[in-house]
């Protein structure tokens, strides 16, 4: 990489920083204010996993074919993209009070947090080469700092009948000077080139071509589940907690907060083991985890009901370990590769939610807040099978 000053390289690192700590901000939004809208505008289960699922059908737009040409274009072009499509997307939403037009508009607030968080990807790890997976887990604590902030403030806007509307536009004091200063932002130096070269993929020891397509193909689902399942608890926690477990607004809002200090602790500490325990056997145990927290927190006595948030914590490492996985059997064009990783994920992001809106709509909350164990269970059989076939190959090469 070219080398550049001190102050460029403060000025583009606070601006990744700035990318994730919006889209922690306005994914957790969501969440926290999903219960009140439905309420407001009379809506169902079912619609409000309609909504959710236009959040992410805009994320999977934006991840897939920004993250096609993230290679070519640079970060700074996805993070002005980013911030006005967030810009835009909020103004309508929070003005909106028919189904379809609040599809609309989240669609483009998906297109925003789709982009924001490949564009912070990409500038760190244009930055740091050598030392990605320490900044990649700070740039996404950073994100589970907004995400468990947000929610304590909806908590306590919504408590004093506040307007869900409102909430998302005091928010806006933050997205749009963000927007200026990506607007102000240069491309890092050699920010289209990073990652793995073909020739370094196809140099992976013990490790054939055939095996790292399948394996990134089988990467591919696992973020796809676990983002249907993470996404899928998340935004249905407050409803849940609300008119299952009878918490008030505050506390269920709460509740949501301490899912997204669960997700940020469990990152940061992560940071500390995962290599050492193995990244795929991490992500095994995590799964695990979440399933059994999801379980007895819906099904056991009300003591154990707080477990249910705290499938945060078991969530935080998955989807960094599993970036870090991708990166390590796939084969070139990391932006590319990063892109569909994360297209994946949007349409988890999608379907999830809206599944558990319908299944609980049909079956009740309970069952419906269940349904995240089978996403759990896919993420560990997908890892599973990875694992597997890694030990053969190299016990094949030895």
């Known amino acids: 990489m070219n080398k550049i000053t001190k102050r460029q390289l403060i000025i583009l690192t606070l601006g990744g920083f700035l990318s994730y700590l919006l889209f922690g901000i306005y994914d957790s939004m969501r969440g926290a204010t999903l219960s009140s809208l439905l309420g407001d505008l009379q809506l169902n289960y ?45 103004g309508g939403y929070s003005a909106s009070s028919g189904l379809l037009p609040l599809i609309a508009f989240i669609f483009f607030i998906g297109i925003g947090l789709g982009s924001l968080e490949l564009g912070g990807c990409n500038i760190i790890t244009a930055l740091y080469q050598e030392k990605k997976g320490r900044y990649l887990n700070i740039l996404a604590a950073i994100a589970g700092c907004g995400a468990f902030v947000t929610p304590m403030i909806a908590g306590l806007f919504l408590d004093q009948g506040i307007s869900w509307r409102v909430i998302y536009r005091i928010f806006l004091f933050i997205a749009v000077p963000v927007a200026i200063y990506f607007v102000l932002l240069k491309n890092p130096p050699d920010s289209r080139n990073t990652g793995i070269t073909q020739r370094e993929a196809k140099t992976t020891p013990a490790v054939s071509v055939r095996f790292r397509r399948l394996g ?66 991490s992500v095994l145990f995590a799964s695990v985890g979440a399933a059994f927290c999801i379980i007895a927190g819906v099904f056991g006595p009300d003591a154990f009901a707080i477990l249910a948030s ?17 990166s390590e059997i796939s ?14 994920g949007g349409l988890g992001g999608m379907f999830g939610p809206w599944i558990v809106g319908i299944a609980s709509d049909l079956l009740g909350l309970e069952l419906g807040m269940a349904l995240n164990c089978i996403f759990c269970a896919a993420i560990f059989i997908s890892v599973f099978i990875v694992k597997t076939n890694t030990s053969s190959q190299r016990t094949e090469a030895l």
Not at 55 to 74: N, S
Not at 268 to 275: A, E, P, Q, T, W
């Open 46 to 90: 079912a619609s409000g996993g309609t909504i959710v699922m236009g959040q992410y059908a805009g994320y999977f737009a934006a991840t897939l074919l920004v993250g096609i040409l993230a290679d070519r274009i640079g970060p700074k072009f996805t993070l002005v993209l980013a911030a006005f499509s967030l810009v835009f997307g909020v």
């Open 331 to 344: 084969e070139g064009h990391p932006g590319r590769t990063l892109g569909i990783f994360l297209a994946f």
């Open 216 to 281: 990134t193909w089988t990467m591919n689902f696992s973020n796809f589940a676990y983002m249907a399942a993470e996404i899928g608890t998340a935004s249905w926690l407050v409803d849940f907690y609300q008119n299952v477990k009878h918490f008030s607004v505050m506390e269920s809002s709460t509740s949501l907060s301490l899912f997204y200090i669960g997700i940020t602790l469990g990152r940061l500490g992560g940071s500390l083991f995962v290599d050492r325990l193995g990244h795929m056997r």
């Open 310 to 326: 705290i499938t945060g914590f078991c969530y935080s490492i998955i989807f960094p370990t599993s970036t870090a996985i991708i």
